[in-house]
């Protein structure tokens, strides 16, 4: 497997947030579950020790190797940013090699990342504070989500940084959606107007970021706006475009997206029943365990299997899954 930088495999993206003193911690233990998991299946396929697997993973190692029922937006996000991590090498070491130059330079240009996952708070306070402007960005989203575990003030700041800095390309995109819902659970100042700004701005991953942060405030409808928006692209011709659409419907993570995806579970197209049953899994709600289960009769077996994943998840959900983006309380 291609080399890459031991300690960026750590990278993961927490994304959302509880109340910061409850959520953050829970989180940060189940991705570290999650790790350990990744490290002993890489081990067996691998037959070295895990730690050499893991640092030795490559973003395809990771998103081909995690098991069934564990989180797919860790992986993901942790597979993206292993690929950061690699950029950063090649850019500092003048190379387009990451099996030769990823493992030995990312050490020296991200060793302070796993301290922000280990040690006492202080030790990890200080490696979040080291975190500067130059690491990449999904770095920085790291030191941040640290930050506002341990100190808000700083955290809120760090993250509204973030969201200012988010340009035109998809991951600074990403870091910022991430940010957003982030501060979404927290009582950051003037936060409820910021996401009213973004939910009616022209990123449409930041707009997703904003509604769900709103919905999980109390507020569905920016939610709803952007469901019937991203609706009325399922009415296209096209598979390939309906087949995106219910694709971007899953991600809202939303309830409100499962309507517009149950019309999906018919359509001439498998590729596209296959996106509608994955994409109603995502949403996680219950509404949608009738029609699943039908698509347990899909005549391809993809389908059959995409459906009854996706039952799996409704059903047995994880608590992070459950309660990511909803404040406590009833």
């Known amino acids: 497997m291609a080399g890459a930088p031991a300690i960026a495999v750590l990278a993961a993206f927490c994304l959302g947030s509880l109340a910061i003193a409850t959520l953050a911690l829970s989180q940060a233990r189940q991705s570290r579950a999650d790790l350990e998991a990744l490290r002993a299946r890489l081990e067996r396929i691998e037959g070295q020790p895990s730690e050499t697997a893991l640092s030795a993973a490559s ?27 690699n950029a950063g090498v090649e850019r500092e070491n003048g190379t387009s090699s990451p099996r030769r ?12 990342v796993p301290l922000l996952f280990t040690g006492d708070p202080e030790q990890r306070l200080a490696a979040a504070r ?51 819902e982030a501060l979404a659970g927290t009582d950051a100042p003037e936060i409820e107007r910021q996401l009213y700004a973004l939910a009616e701005g022209e990123s449409r991953l930041l707009r997703r970021a904003a509604a769900r942060g709103l919905e999980s405030r109390g507020d569905p409808e ?31 993570g ?19 029943r296959l996106r509608a049953a994955e994409a109603l899994g995502r949403t996680g709600a219950e509404a949608a365990i009738p029609e699943l289960t039908r698509m347990l009769d899909d005549p391809v077996a993809q389908v059959r299997d995409t ?5 799996d998840t409704i059903r047995n959900p994880r608590p992070e899954r459950m309660t990511r983006f909803v404040p406590p309380g009833p």
């Open 59 to 85: 973003p395809e190692a990771v998103r081909e190797n995690a098991e069934e029922g564990q989180d797919p937006d860790f992986f993901e996000q942790l597979a993206e940013a292993i690929e950061a991590g």
């Open 101 to 112: 130059d990823g493992f030995a330079g990312g050490r020296r240009r991200f060793g302070q």
């Open 130 to 180: 080291r975190m500067n402007e130059n690491a990449p960005q999904p770095l920085q989203f790291l030191a941040a989500r640290t930050l506002l575990e341990l100190a808000p003030e700083e955290g809120i700041a760090r993250m509204q940084e973030l969201i200012a800095d988010a340009g035109a390309d998809r991951r600074s995109q990403r870091v910022a959606a991430a940010a957003v």
């Open 222 to 252: 920016p939610m709803r706006r952007l469901v019937e928006e991203l609706s009325l692209e399922l009415a296209s011709p096209d598979g390939g475009v309906r087949g995106r659409t219910a694709q971007e419907l899953g991600r809202t």
């Open 254 to 272: 939303s309830a409100v997206a499962v309507q517009s995806l149950l019309g999906l579970v018919d359509d001439r197209n498998s590729e596209v």
């Open 307 to 311: 459906a009854a994943r996706s039952l």
